[in-house]
């Protein structure tokens, strides 16, 4: 069993500080072992005996508490993560000022860890000069810096500003702690995502599907936008997923859509990622009314099929044409299972000569494995040969895995 890891959870006095409850939950339920630090006003909104019962540790916001063992010191040394969440414009002020007027930001200001900063505040504030030169001057010390999620606001305006989910809070923690360091070194890139499964419709109510989540492709997108890339993600059907902070998202429902949208954006991309679990066929038409069992017995028995574009391969062929760019870098992802004579393994190499992409993402499905879960495990394949086994994992940590191999196969040219 491995040790825990000490995680510090700051919370500041906006409405969001309840969903911080969740967030120390999921922490505390994958192992870790977790301090609450809140300022004052954070307990207007959320009582310290809350923060106590989820923590199993005492909470206090001033450095005048537990001073015989130097708490204001030691809790901010002995961390190996902290996150702020919510951060308010205010702390995010206070901690850019180096300033230590509470135990929260005197603990940071001791931290040597990762700190990570979730901000929650209106869209005024959020823009306003003063945040945007906080976090920038946050950013260029090395802490990360969350976008915060678009949506309802507290009160009727919606913007910019929500705090994201406490589950996409904590995958991203558990990233860092894993030793990703996150920093913004895709800035300036463009980013192109597929993600989730198409549908092809039978009739208005029918369709052929598959059971792809979205998840991985969601975890690329974030963890490329907290690498400071622009990111425009292409979603067919997903599960109920937060959107990815910083990330654009153009949803489609069948392979033709999805093509489309790959069409139009790829000649911008940088990098283009192809998670999508894309169903290669469709029915020759949709009916226009619902089929009827017995009335359209034969078009319910028997569904003609015709092949659909493969935008993997077209956009490696357009490549070829100049009508990408040559310096894109073309990713693919291969979900195989093995059989009697070929391996899994075997079957993504074959299909990275077919398909002409840079680097595959390979991984054995089936049985439970992959689709829809949380973790993600596989081989990362080459175009010149090389395979690096990519261990079990969330996918976010292996969607940091395969953005690293991006810069390696980069690095190569
Ligand atoms: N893909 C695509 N367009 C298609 C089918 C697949 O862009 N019509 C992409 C997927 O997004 C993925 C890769 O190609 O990145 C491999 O997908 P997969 O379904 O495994 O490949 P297929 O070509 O359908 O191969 P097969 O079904 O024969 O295994």
Redesign the pocket.
Known sequence: MTEPRRIVVGVSGGIAAYKACHLVRDLKEAGDDVRVVPTPNALTFVGAATFEALSGHPVSTTVFDAVDEVQHVRIGQEADAVVIAPATADVIARLVAGRADDLLTATVLVATCPVIVVPAMHTEMWHNAATRANVATLRDRGVIVMEPAHGRLTGKDTGPGRLPEPEQIADLVRVVLDGHELVPDWAGKKVLI?AGGTQEALDPVRFLGNRSSGRQGYALAEIAAHRGAEVTIVAGATDDLPVPSGAEIHRVTS?REMAGAVEKHAPEADVII?????A?FRPVSAAGSKLKKGADEDALMRVELVE??????TTVERRRNGEVPAETVIV?????TGDADTTALE?AQA?LAR?GCDLIMANEVGEGKVFGEDRNRGWLLAADGAVTEVADGSKHAVAAQILDAVDAFRARD
Do not use: S
Not at 274 to 278: D, N, P
Not at 332 to 336: I, N, V
């Open positions: 597929t392979t192809m998670a999508a679990a894309v290669d659909n574009p493969d935008i993997l391969a693919g992802f291969a979900a195989e079957y299909k398909k």
